[in-house]
């Protein structure tokens, strides 16, 4: 592997374009397990805050994915893209899987403003406006904005007071993040997004199930001509 010691101020940068080069070169595969970060601390003779923020880079790029307990691995997308652009990260979600989980919100959380513009309590939008505050404060954040963010429409789900609703979405809680933080990541959290929650929020608080749906479907039409350009370019 060509890696190289570093004595440079923007280390960082360096690392990462090391490591960059090394998988776009193929030195590291799709699907293989990249050193430890002892291992890259060591090699680069620099910090494992160095290190570790490289990796990030990395990461948020798509290109490379951490698994628990197990390491960081190149992402087999890569192989679709060969040479990857930094200004574009690589989406980890299929067309299916997208387009399934455009149908099922549609399809529930559509029903649920309507039921909760019936149903909510003063304390349903409590909570519904304390997780909108912490999307507030996570915005450069993508991991904490979209766990907010699930939080935001999981309390919606909930101010129906429809106890199969609330369980299928509690269900899916895993695959929820998932396809909210890779839209997240890969379109930025954008005005337009953080706008278009206040506004779904001030729907429902006055009670305009229109409104609030009007606005989820409009960003939710946004999102499908966004993810359509990162698909083509």
């Given at each position: 592997?060509?890696?190289?010691?570093?004595?440079?101020?923007?280390?960082?940068?360096?690392?990462?374009?090391?490591?960059?080069?090394?998988?776009?070169?193929?030195?590291?595969?799709?699907?293989?397990?990249?050193?430890?970060?002892?291992?890259?601390?060591?090699?680069?003779?620099?910090?494992?805050?160095?290190?570790?923020?490289?990796?990030?880079?990395?990461?948020?790029?798509?290109?490379?994915?951490?698994?628990?307990?197990?390491?960081?691995?190149?992402?087999?997308?890569?192989?679709?893209?060969?040479?990857?652009?930094?200004?574009?990260?690589?989406?980890?979600?299929?067309?299916?899987?997208?387009?399934?989980?455009?149908?099922?919100?549609?399809?529930?959380?559509?029903?649920?403003?309507?039921?909760?513009?019936?149903?909510?309590?003063?304390?349903?939008?409590?909570?519904?406006?304390?997780?909108?505050?912490?999307?507030?404060?996570?915005?450069?954040?993508?991991?904490?904005?979209?766990?907010?963010?699930?939080d935001f429409h999981l309390a919606i789900v909930k101010a129906s007071h429809n106890k199969v609703f609330i369980h299928v979405m509690e269900s899916l809680k895993?695959?929820?993040?998932?396809?909210?933080?890779?839209?997240?990541?890969?379109?930025?959290?954008?005005?337009?997004?953080?706008?278009?929650?206040?506004?779904?929020?001030?729907?429902?608080?006055?009670?305009?199930?229109?409104?609030?749906?009007?606005?989820?479907?409009?960003?939710?039409?946004?999102?499908?001509?966004?993810?359509?350009?990162?698909?083509?370019?």
């Amino acid at each position: 592997m060509a890696l190289e010691s570093i004595q440079k101020h923007n280390v960082v940068d360096v690392i990462y374009e090391q490591m960059k080069q090394n998988i776009q070169d193929g030195l590291w595969e799709p699907g293989c397990k990249l050193p430890s970060e002892a291992e890259l601390t060591a090699t680069f003779q620099v910090s494992r805050v160095s290190v570790r923020s490289a990796v990030q880079k990395l990461r948020d790029l798509g290109v490379v994915v951490t698994h628990q307990g197990k390491g960081t691995y190149v992402t087999r997308e890569v192989a679709r893209y060969g040479s990857f652009s930094d200004n574009q990260p690589i989406l980890h979600l299929s067309q299916e899987e997208f387009d399934d989980m455009r149908v099922f919100r549609q399809t529930v959380e559509f029903k649920c403003m309507e039921l909760a513009v019936q149903n909510a309590t003063d304390e349903d939008v409590k909570v519904l406006e304390s997780a909108l505050n912490r999307m507030l404060v996570s915005k450069d954040d993508y991991k904490k904005y979209s766990l907010a963010d699930y939080d935001f429409h999981l309390a919606i789900v909930k101010a129906s007071h429809n106890k199969v609703f609330i369980h299928v979405m509690e269900s899916l809680k895993g695959i929820y993040v998932h396809y909210l933080e890779e839209l997240n990541r890969v379109l930025g959290i954008t005005l337009e997004s953080v706008e278009a929650h206040i506004k779904v929020f001030m729907a429902l608080k006055n009670r305009d199930a229109s409104l609030a749906a009007e606005t989820l479907n409009s960003a939710m039409t946004h999102n499908v001509h966004a993810i359509e350009d990162v698909r083509h370019n």
